[in-house]
T-cell receptor, first 112, second 115 residues
C-alpha cells in the first residue's frame, strides 16, 4: 500500500512564496501528481514528476526526490485565487496495474 | 470540448433508497475512474475501466455498489440501497490511458446526501 502525508493547512500572504510538502511510502513508485481543488469543485491537474528534480510551469514548480520519498509544490507570487486544497497523488506500479492514490490535501489560505 | 460531464450535480435521498450517477468522459479517453471524496479527505478510487473492462474494482463495496461502462464510453455508478455513510462527493475522471503524464481530468462531481 501507500502512505501519503501532507500538512493539513497552510497560510501565506499575497505576493509571497509557499512550499507545500508531500512525503510518501510506496513499493513501486511510478510517478507523482499534484492537483489543485477549489472548494466545491473538482481537482484539476497541475504537475507530474517521475524523475528526480524540478519541473517548472509558470508560477508553479514541483520537485521530486525518489530516494527520500519526498516532493514539494512551490507556488510563487501568490494570488488570492490560489486559495485552494492541493492534493498530492502517487502512482504505484505494484498496486492493481498502477493506480494513483491521493493524499488528503493541504488547504492553502492566501491572505491580503 | 465539454470536458468530463457528470449528472446530477446534487442528490438528496433517504437511506435504503437507490441512486445512480452518470458520467460522460472526454472523447477518446479510454480510461475512466469513479472516485469517492469525503469532506477534508482526498479522493478514493472505487473502480477503474479500461474501455468497457473493469480492471480495478477492489475498493468497490460490491454488496451495494455496481457500475457499468457499456460500449466503453459513458458510465453509470449505482448504489442500492444507500446508507448514511455513503454521503460524499462522487467524482468521475478520465484519461487517455493509465500512466498518462497529463493526469486525470475530473468532472464536477455529484454531491450525495443520504438522510
Amino acid at each position: 500500500g501507500q502512505n501519503i502525508d501532507q500538512p493539513t493547512e497552510m497560510t501565506a500572504t499575497e505576493g509571497a512564496i509557499v512550499q507545500i510538502n508531500c512525503t510518501y511510502q510506496t513499493s513501486g513508485f511510478n510517478g507523482l501528481f499534484w492537483y489543485q481543488q477549489h472548494a466545491g469543485e473538482a481537482p484539476t491537474f497541475l504537475s507530474y514528476n517521475v524523475l528526480d528534480g524540478l519541473e517548472e510551469k509558470g508560477r508553479f514548480s514541483s520537485f521530486l526526490s525518489r530516494s527520500k520519498g519526498y516532493s514539494y509544490l512551490l507556488l510563487k507570487e501568490l494570488q488570492m485565487k490560489d486559495s485552494a486544497s492541493y492534493l498530492c497523488a502517487v502512482r504505484d506500479r505494484n498496486t492493481n496495474a498502477g493506480k494513483s492514490t491521493f493524499g488528503d490535501g493541504t488547504t492553502l489560505t492566501v491572505k491580503p | 470540448e465539454a470536458g468530463v460531464v457528470q449528472s446530477p450535480r446534487y442528490k438528496i435521498i433517504e437511506k435504503k433508497q437507490p441512486v445512480a450517477f452518470w458520467c460522460n468522459p472526454i472523447s477518446g479517453h479510454n480510461t475512466l475512474y469513479w472516485y469517492r471524496q469525503n469532506l477534508g479527505q482526498g479522493p478514493e478510487l472505487l473502480i477503474r475501466y479500461e474501455n468497457e473492462e473493469a480492471v480495478d474494482d477492489s475498493q468497490l463495496p460490491k454488496d451495494r455498489f455496481s457500475a457499468e461502462r457499456l460500449k466503453g464510453v459513458d458510465s453509470t455508478l449505482k448504489i442500492q440501497p444507500a446508507e448514511l455513510g455513503d454521503s460524499a462527493v462522487y467524482l468521475c475522471a478520465s484519461s487517455f490511458k493509465e500512466g498518462d503524464r497529463n493526469g486525470y481530468t475530473f468532472g464536477s462531481g455529484t454531491r450525495l446526501t443520504v438522510v
